[in-house]
């Protein structure tokens, strides 16, 4: 839905209101020069009279009746309400079979009684353009602020295990420390320059992916088994939200790589097939032993679920596949 201005919605609030009351008094002068003053019975039973007493009814209805507190005087105009159109159903009833039937004369009542109501619904929807117009800006700035709130949970994760790492580099006097110290530090000017940011490139997620993946092969050495591979036209026209992919990649490395036992592995591969991505983490499992067992739960994957639910809510697909030896994670979403 296109959000509208402030001053539209009070413009097309005007030209409904005043153009609806021009075109029923136009209608109501119209038909008073011809039939008045000779035929006063046709004038208060003509269409113009049903539709100006309707119109003032569903105006009263929605700007006075309804705004009061007492409950006794809202019954009271809606009798005297109900009493003019069962009043102008006499009328009119009488005038065309100069009688007056209770089946005839109730035909007439409902039909008055629905243009009223018709009537009121148009004043009510566009008197309401306002507040659905700021319903709609309160729910576009809650969602993201949510987002915005999930956001900033991932930070401190990238900061705790890129400084572990760096504090494993340090106890072996590693000579690699200073480059990975620059990597951390691209790595934190990427968190604060493109937090602000709705989108990216998605070049430039795959670019800090990298970056984690290098500290983390250089804490476990050059022979680990980490990949990571992309397929497909990857280029600047291909935009996604920041921190969208990381936390799979940190979830394989916290949970399949602690350790640097023979047969651990990481695999991560992106492909990019026009607009629809397939971003697959697959990694090994180990049995943990007492001493690396841990009671805090982590929060990444369901910080991410939460994520694409207000982001990619009809377009996204997450998939965990847990196995003996193997985790496996897919990521489909439909590139906006």
């Given amino acids: 839905m296109k ?57 009263g209805l929605y700007y006075y009746v309804l705004k009061l507190n007492g409950i006794w005087e809202k019954i009271g105009f809606v009798i005297l309400f109900i009493s003019l159109l069962l009043s102008l159903a006499l009328l009119k009833d009488f005038r065309i079979h100069d009688t007056v039937e209770f089946k005839q004369t109730f035909e007439y009542f409902t039909s008055f009684l629905g243009q009223s109501l018709l009537f009121y619904s148009g004043i009510y929807f566009i008197n309401r353009l306002a507040f659905l117009n700021r319903f709609k800006k309160l729910e576009k700035e809650l969602s993201i602020a949510k987002e915005q709130l999930l956001r900033n949970q991932l930070h401190p994760h990238f900061l705790f295990n890129a400084f572990n790492s760096l504090y494993s580099l340090s106890l072996k006097n590693s000579s690699e420390v200073s480059e990975n110290i620059l990597k951390l530090s691209s790595m934190m000017r990427y968190l604060t320059d493109e937090i602000q940011l709705k989108k990216i490139p998605l070049a430039k997620e795959l670019d800090f992916i990298a970056t984690y993946i290098a500290i983390e092969k250089m804490r476990f050495g050059k022979d680990a088994s980490i990949q990571f591979t992309t397929e497909g036209n990857i280029n600047n026209e291909k935009t996604i939200e920041p921190f969208l992919l990381i936390p799979l990649v940190e979830n394989a490395f916290k949970h399949g790589f602690y350790t640097n036992a023979k047969g651990a592995f990481v695999n991560i591969n992106l492909n990019l097939k026009n607009k ?9 499992v180990f049995i943990k032993q007492h001493f690396q067992e841990t009671k805090r739960k982590g929060k990444g994957l369901d910080t991410l679920k939460k994520r694409l639910l207000l982001l990619y809510p009809k377009t996204s697909k997450l998939e965990i596949n847990s196995a003996e030896k193997k985790y496996t994670a897919q990521l489909k979403i439909t590139l906006n």
């Fill in 3 to 59: 959000q509208l201005s402030s001053s539209a919605i009070k413009t097309i609030n005007l030209l409904f209101n005043f153009g609806f009351i021009a075109v029923i008094l136009f209608q109501l002068i119209k038909t008073a020069f011809y039939a008045l003053p000779n035929d006063w019975l046709f004038f208060l039973t003509s269409d113009a009279i049903e539709n100006f007493v309707c119109a003032i009814i569903a105006f």
């Fill in 276 to 284: 629809e991505l397939l971003f697959s983490v697959e990694n090994s």
